[in-house]
């Protein structure tokens, strides 16, 4: 009996990139038959319910249906890879592994390291994971890579936070910074008269900065996100790091090496 080889199909609106990546993927793994190429996430959708390939290489952004979205409807089908301009930093949704990625350029080592995932979870017959919320989770963290509001995601406009026994309600432009304090946050803002106050409340930084307006508020490091009107200055370091001074606060925010490009016209 003939072993009937793996399937895939490659998304992207870029067909000089398609061409790419279908060259590096036969170097890479010559058993696996690329059967479809598509320019955009709807005909992604259509060639996954026409051909019922194994794999799906998605662009994250794609014009009309975009990457993601074409993957919410591909659901649980196929095993997923998207392809993004974006960094490793930032892709918090894949950190454990569930959904993979490349970034382009795609380099033949990084795709050798994709591969190899994508044959060991075949040959075990791995169930396909990922689920709708985890694809929600990857489209704010994206649209929060890209500057932009995440679809279907209202930003926040109010935090809770209990001061001296009182509730105050914090109206989220008035927020200097947020740093992570184990499974709460810190919040750190300045009240009507300027003076510096902090609060914990009890939600993560994961769980607030996927509700924070992108175009207002930044990670700058794994463990703290800042108000970009609430800047300052940034010095840069010697380490490839640097540091935030923030008006009418004493603190000094560290910014990682993984976020300096926010600050790249230094």
Known sequence: MTERKP????????????EVLRRRLAEAWPALQIVAEARNGREAVEQLE???PDICFLDVHMPGVSGVEAARRIGRRAHLVFVTAFEQYALQAFEHGVLDYLVKPVTPGRLAETVLRLQE???TAQPVVHSDALLQQLAVQ??????VAAPGVEPLRWVRATVGGALRMIPVQAIAYLRADTKYTLVAWNDDDGAAVEAVIRLSLKELLAQLDPSQFAQVHRAVVVNLGAVQRVTRGDNETAEIALKGRPERLPVSRSYLHLFKEM
């Open 7 to 18: 399937t895939a199909l490659i998304a992207d609106d870029e067909p000089l990139l398609r």
């Open 50 to 52: 026409a051909l019922q």
């Open 121 to 123: 979870r075949m040959a």
């Open 142 to 147: 994206l649209a929060r890579a890209a500057g």
